[in-house]
């Protein structure tokens, strides 16, 4: 099997292509390598390829950054989606989108299943949004993963910044009114694979088990850690952000349960594994 990984020197598409090296013929492709806002170059790199799957891991994903750069996020999350996408369908191999748990609104307090209807409040979410949409109109043969809070070792995330801040011993002020699920990017990846091997297609929520908030999140990390650290709660008026996110938006994996297929662990689990693994470099 022949699989292209785009924007590879991400989070995720970091870690897909060290799981995948040694299971198929990966082809990663960082932002300097292959632009997906370049339709021209996509074609001609999937037509000497001729890939059979095509992740797309390439996102715009600074989510206050885009109240003020709308057109950038929505030309990286849908109109790249939407050349991905075709570019994908024009060589017969499946694409693979991930969207997030930010489409929702989170009026609702109990969690978000495929069937519950997106409502984003920021433009990040409304670019995935449409990311989606484009990805499934444009080619039949899709997989849209719907992920959550994500980390991994490569790249910048929650986990990092609470570590930097504890070392240089300033102050944990954390959010306890924002619901969501921490997840692991190697999870996201196994459940992913388990879902190509599976020939599957659709609208996926895969996020690790559970709910926390972010005060809970920055709790579990400080103590997996034995950081010499205290973590305060404050409330999200406390730290304005330029978008807004939904109060609780934790995604119920509930395609991957009535398929039989979810193997997301939960989030603390993973967390402990995920802090384990990578000790010596925290
Ligand atoms: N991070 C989260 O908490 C989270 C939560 C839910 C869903 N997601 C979704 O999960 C996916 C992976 O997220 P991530 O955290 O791995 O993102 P990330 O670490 O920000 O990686 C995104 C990658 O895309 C590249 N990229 C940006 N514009 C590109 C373009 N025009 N052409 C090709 N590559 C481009 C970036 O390269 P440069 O840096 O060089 O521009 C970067 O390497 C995204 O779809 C994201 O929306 C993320």
Not at 86 to 100: D, L, P
Request: some cysteine; glycine content about 4%; proline content about 4%.
């Amino acid at each position: 099997m022949k699989v292209v990984i785009l924007g590879a020197k991400g989070q995720l598409g970091w870690e897909f292509t060290h799981f995948l090296r040694d299971k198929v013929k990966v082809f990663p492709f960082s932002h300097k390598e292959l632009d997906i806002l370049d339709s021209k170059d996509l074609k001609r790199r999937f037509e000497e390829i001729h890939p059979d799957v095509v992740i797309n891991c390439a996102a715009y994903t600074k989510v206050d950054r885009a109240e003020e750069e709308r057109a950038l996020a929505f030309k990286i999350n849908s109109i790249g989606a939407k050349n991905v996408s075709f570019a994908s369908f024009e060589v017969n191999a499946k694409v693979v989108y991930f969207s997030t748990d930010y489409v929702f609104d989170g009026e609702k307090n109990v969690p978000y299943t495929e069937l519950d209807k997106p409502n984003p409040i920021s433009c990040y979410g409304e670019s995935k949004f449409v990311g989606e949409q484009f990805t499934r109109e444009f080619n039949p043969n899709h997989l849209i993963l719907r992920i959550s809070w994500l980390y991994g070792i490569n790249g910048n995330n929650f986990v990092k910044t609470i570590v930097k801040l504890a070392k240089e011993k300033k102050p944990l002020k954390i959010v306890d009114d924002q619901r969501g699920t921490p997840t692991y990017t190697l999870d996201v990846v196994k459940q992913t694979w388990r879902l190509i091997q599976k020939g599957s297609v659709g609208l996926y929520h895969s996020s690790n088990d559970g709910e926390a908030t972010w005060f809970d999140f920055a709790k579990e990390i400080v103590s997996n850690l034995n950081l010499n650290a205290e973590v305060t709660p404050i409330k999200t008026e406390e730290y304005p952000t330029k978008a807004k996110r939904p109060p609780y938006s934790i995604l119920e994996n509930y395609s991957l349960e009535l398929e039989d297929l979810n193997i997301m662990r939960d989030w603390r689990e993973a967390l402990r594994d995920f802090t384990n693994r990578y000790k010596e470099q925290f």
